[in-house]
């Protein structure tokens, strides 16, 4: 079965920088669009990050673009997502998601088939 399993959330100091990062297995990594979301307490669902499976093309919330690089390893079916300059209102449960194929841009949870377990990230001011 498809497993998506989140690590590299925490408790950081604004300003400072974390790491996620998504290992996938079950499923052929490759061909599959990789995002992010995150979710803040008594807010939907939003729309962080997504790479392209076929172009390495990352695409970016306004929140985050020039903080925030999405990557990704196929060879280890994993992703990653690189936050620095962290704000406290960064602070959310952070998801990977995948999305089989898909040459377009991507920003609508409903649009990706798999997702993690979640990792909190909170910023303290």
């Known amino acids: 079965q498809v497993q998506l399993v989140e690590s590299g959330g925490g408790l950081v100091q604004a300003g400072g920088s974390l790491r996620l990062s998504c290992a996938a297995s079950g499923l052929t990594f490759s061909i599959y669009t990789t995002g992010w979301f995150r979710q803040a307490p008594g807010k939907e669902r939003e729309f962080v990050a997504a790479?392209?499976?076929?172009?390495?093309?990352?695409y970016y919330a306004d929140s985050v673009k020039g903080r925030f690089t999405i990557s990704r390893d196929n060879a280890k079916s994993t992703m990653f997502l690189q936050m620095n300059t962290l704000k406290p209102e960064d602070t959310a449960v952070y998801y990977c998601?995948?999305?089989?194929?898909?040459?377009?841009?991507?920003?609508?949870?409903?649009?990706?088939?798999?997702w993690g377990q979640g990792t909190q990230v909170t910023v303290s001011s």
């Open positions: 790479i392209r499976y076929n172009s390495g093309y990352g």
């Open positions: 998601a995948l999305k089989y194929g898909g040459g377009g841009v991507y920003r609508l949870p409903n649009e990706y088939d798999y």
